[in-house]
């Protein structure tokens, strides 16, 4: 089932679920008229699933070459998330200005539903945004490997560093 057609078919009863960002598929289900009470979200990390979501992707040369930029950019990241942590309202006001065409509270509701269930968590709260716990990382290159055949062990040094994050990662409260 593609994107534009997951929720359509799931409010139509075409289909039992769908998968994708929790935050965008209820509220798309709620925009077709799906009672919230109706609508149950299950996220895959409530259920030992150890992957990690979004990153911030930087060729490794590029990085090398331009370290202070990297480390900028990702401050710059880390501060537009503090700030739309604190003002959530604000945060979607200054969407607003870039995509006249998006309506504010829709957007706030689902930057406050992405905070709450993605960003916010122990983690991040414990040990800031941006840096990684190796435990898990590793359990989810064992989780990948149930669905993927290796052609060599994956080596978690190859796909993170904090080289360029602050100290104790980006505090975000």
Known sequence: VGFPTREPMLA????????GFSFSSYLNLVRLGVPEDDISTILMADHGLELYGNAVIVNTEFAAANADMVTSFLT????????AIADPQAAAAALIK?????????????????IDAN??????????????????FAAA????????DYKAAPNAALYF?????????????
Do not use: F
């Open 12 to 19: 139509e009863g075409k289909v039992d679920s769908v998968t």
């Open 76 to 83: 710059a990241v880390g501060a537009g998330w503090k700030d």
């Open 98 to 114: 870039r995509n006249p065409a998006a309506d504010a509270g829709l957007e706030q509701r689902r930057l406050q539903l992405a």
């Open 119 to 136: 960003v916010l968590t122990d983690y991040v709260m414990a040990n800031g945004m941006g840096s990684i716990d190796n435990a898990r």
């Open 141 to 148: 290159l064992e989780q990948l490997a149930e669905t993927y």
């Open 161 to 173: 560093t904090d080289e360029y994050l602050p100290k104790g990662g980006i505090a975000v409260k």
